[in-house]
């Protein structure tokens, strides 16, 4: 700090310095200037990037956004994610339709790589991760498992912070793309209410939030401010009926229309409660605690089960010589058939699927022959009972479509104390003492399915186990202030930190995941969709790890700004590791400085990454599959080339600059990423008979799998981009005018690979997402009306449907406006109106035409209407109204 400009006391020093993220004065570079209650300007605080005292965004060697809660509550959405989409454009978030557990907890891109290499802090603390591990992450996050930042409502937020730099060096593992800062609300009076309602043009995903917020003392020296937020949202879709349940539909049986819904889930008493507690102990010491509790419940679709291609559930289609399509029906007195029948099984072709081995007796059932029209032979399906024979297509003749959801519960909470020593060799040095644990777990449900082994017993609603990740960690920063005779003090910033990881799979229940008598017949084992966790499945696996670190920054003269952070980290389970980073800030004049940094990173597997184990229903080749998730050391993973995790490492640097003159703002940053043993869920691997072989000791269900995966580090890749932001604050139209200006070019290429990760999942990687993406913003406010409009502006990507090659095409740009008017009827209410995608743009269409395309692969059968890769969502425009009531 520069002491002949500023004196801040020692408590208020200590306050900022001995933050455990520490921190940086920023001007937003999304408004420069905010205005509080009392009309009077403020400059933004960061608790990112730096562990020196704070310094204005002219002086940061990083580049930081800053996101206010006046911001924050100007959105369409109540998402969270949704809500730093339309502010940060180098973040893309998609929905997630059909995609296991990824439509229950979203995950976010921030400069084109996965969910889990961005951090994420908690007013300043590492948050835990999600159980959820998004195993059809849409090729970009095949197999992340980030934090779930849905859960952290805008109304208990103070601003959030966006590191946009590598910053392993300073926090550890998953700081690869950056950091997000969310900062809870500090106020110890006051508060506020909030009723919002909105809906999609389409008239569906209507949804109902009720938020609070209040600041109470604790006692004179402290606060207790604590939030919550309760809403509903019911399900979107935007699907058309598929051709094959249309075919049943005009043959005279009952589906569903549309039989497969592609759209976002129904989300149901998705209640959260965040608590931030502060309290001034004296002699610059003071207690702070916060955490949070959040459940919800989440619906959403899967895909359609015809009944004349899954042989798993409605038993074996064969084909005669002459032509006549033919279905055997379970035999309910036998469990077994002859050898005989087996090798005609298997070598004729088949959709039946099981274990064939150890069959002896003969199935006394009639052969159901399956008309042109795809109807079975009524007469024949009417003989089954009196033969004590079975086929689902007597109960569920038209196919089913399971639905999988389940509950989502996440909670967290930190406790520490923070002081300054007064005397001894540590006098005048700033510390940080705090403990946290965070744990998240997800109850699967999937309803609407069938254990086909179990036959005519099976339930239909299943609940198939859940995961459990429990995050410990333990935190003792030091900072002080060092005379070393430059133009400022040295700041040198130290510390320990001891974290803990588990990652628990707890079996379902018993239909779930039975062998049913009908398994020897042929017939899957397992809720079909989401086979349920085995006992032998279950179980804790735990890993330790500690690290030490050392950070320093030093204002040499009054131009010239640099920084170094070291940082040892050491893991029970891979070994070690070391990362630094050098920055670097020269003000060329008073209004322009240049801007660099220099660091290299890593990531660490997660503990479920190396030890889960799952199903995945997913489609190859337009066939829906089942595909198992085994760890990277099962033996069959081994055998396909997966071997045991080891961390991604990164390098990194950026150069940018910033001017600054008057009421105009802007930064201008490069940046380039280079990541080695890229960590990811592999290609989906078909089994050859050899594979299923080795496989079948230990997995008796290994005929039902089409498809293995597994983790493994197999890529490296390249991003690079640039950042701009600008912005400008006027008075203009007689009142005040802020414009902003953000854009952001990505890019990134896949520099080694192999088969083991395929190369449309490498297209995938390279063009899903949009290179260009940009906001301009226009905030107007009068005395008692504001006005907030932004245009979103959305560059070309790869539209992929069901993840299958065939479907990709080159998407067009778009652009999307957000429009918000607020009226103030008193200092205490505020009503406003406004609307996400106001003029309806929409998503880029799928080709609906059914049948084959010139290489003989299905066009799209699977009824989906808009290419789920589209950057700005496929659900349309949303209007919403909302009423405020602050006290």
Known sequence: MRTSKTKLSKSIRFIIAASAAASVVSVSPVFAQEVNDDDNSFEKIAVVGSRAAPRSIADSPVPIDIIGADELSKSGNTDMLEILKGTVPSLNVHSNP?????????????????????????????????????????????GAQGPDISVIPSIAIKQVEVLRDGAAAQYGSDAIAGVMNFVLKDDSDGGTLSVRRGEYYEGDGASTEVSGNIGMPLTQDGFANVSFQY???????????????????????????????WGSPEVN???????????????????????????????????????????????????????????????????????????????????????LEGFDQQ????????????????????????????????????????????????????????????????????????????????????????????????????????????????????????????????????????????????AGDVASYTAGPLTTQGFGIGSNGFPGFKPNDAG????????????????????????????????????????????????????????????????????????????????????????????????????????????????????????????????????????????????????????KDALRAIEPNIDSFQQVSFFTNDFDTTTQGIDVVANYSADLLDGSSTFSLAYNWNDTEVTKFSEITGAFKVKRLEEDLPNHRATFTWSQSWEDISMFTRANYYGEY???????????ITASSAVTVDFEVSYMFSDSITISVGAQNVFDQEAERVQQTAGLDAEGLPKNNWGGVYYETSPMGFNGGLYYISANYNF
């Not at 879709?237 to 094959?244: K, L």
């Open 363 to 506: 199935l006394d059932c009639p052969i159901v022959e399956i008309g042109s029209n795809g109807l079975p032979n009524q007469t024949a399906l009417d003989s089954l009972t009196a033969a004590n024979c079975f086929a689902f297509n007597q109960s569920i003749p038209g196919g089913f479509t399971p639905n999988f959801g389940g509950n989502i519960t996440d909670t967290s909470l930190t406790i520490g104390t923070k002081g300054e020593f007064k005397d001894g060799f540590a006098d005048g040095v700033l510390y940080d003492l705090s403990g946290t644990v965070g744990r998240s777990e997800s109850q699967y449900v999937i309803y609407n399915t069938v254990n086909a082994s179990l036959g005519p017993n099976t339930p239909r609603d299943f609940r198939p186990g859940k995961y459990i990740q429990l995050e410990k960690n333990f935190n003792f920063d030091l900072v002080k202030l060092v005379d070393a005779g430059l133009y400022e003090d040295v700041n040198v910033a130290g510390g320990l930190e001891w974290h803990e990881e588990s990652y628990e799979i707890v």
């Open 98 to 142: 059909i995609s296991d557990a990824a439509s229950l907890v979203r995950p976010a891109n921030l400069r084109g790589l996965p969910a889990d290499s961005t951090l994420i802090l908690l007013n300043g603390k590492r948050r835990h991760r999600s159980s959820v591990i998004a195993f059809l992450g849409g090729g970009i996050n095949d």
């Open 798 to 808: 790869q539209g992929v449907h069901v993840d299958y090659d065939a479907t990709a």
């Open 269 to 355: 008493d998705d209640i959260t409660i965040f608590g931030n507690v502060g309290l001034d102990l004296g002699n610059d010491k003071e207690f702070y605690m916060f955490g949070n509790y959040s459940e919800r419940d989440v619906r959403g679709g899967f895909y359609y089960r015809n009944p004349n291609t899954r042989g798993g559930v409605y038993g074996g289609n064969i084909r005669d010589v002459e032509g006549v399509a033919t279905r055997q029906p379970a035999d309910l007195d036998k469990d077994v058939i002859t050898s005989e029948e087996a090798a005609y099984n298997a070598a004729t072709p088949t959709i039946l699927v099981g274990s």
């Open 231 to 261: 809403k509903n949202a019911d399900a979107t879709s935007r699907s058309v009926q598929r051709p094959d349940a249309a075919a049943f539909a005009v043959a005279g049986l009952d589906v569903a229309n549309p039989a497969q819904i």
């Open 540 to 691: 804790v696996s735990t890993r330790r790890n500690y690290a030490a670190y050392v950070d320093m920054e030093a204002q040499v003269t009054e131009a010239l700004l640099l920084g170094g952070a070291l940082r040892f980290e050491d893991y029970d389970t891979f070994g070690s590791t070391t990362n630094y980073k050098i920055s670097a800030q020269f003000h060329l004049t008073d209004e322009l400085s240049i801007r660099s940094s220099i660091s290299s990173g890593f990531r660490a597997p997660t503990v479920g990454q190396a030890n889960v184990s799952n199903v995945q229903t997913n489609l190859d080749g337009g066939v829906l599959v089942d595909s198992a998730l085994l760890a990277p050391t099962n033996p069959i993973s081994v055998q396909l080339g997966g071997t045991e995790l080891q961390p991604e490492e990164s390098d990194s640097y950026t150069l940018g600059g910033v001017y600054q003159d008057g009421d105009f703002f802007m930064t201008v940053d490069y940046y380039h990423i280079e990541v080695s043993d890229r960590l990811s869920q592999s290609d989906k691997i078909n089994l050859t008979a050899e594979d």
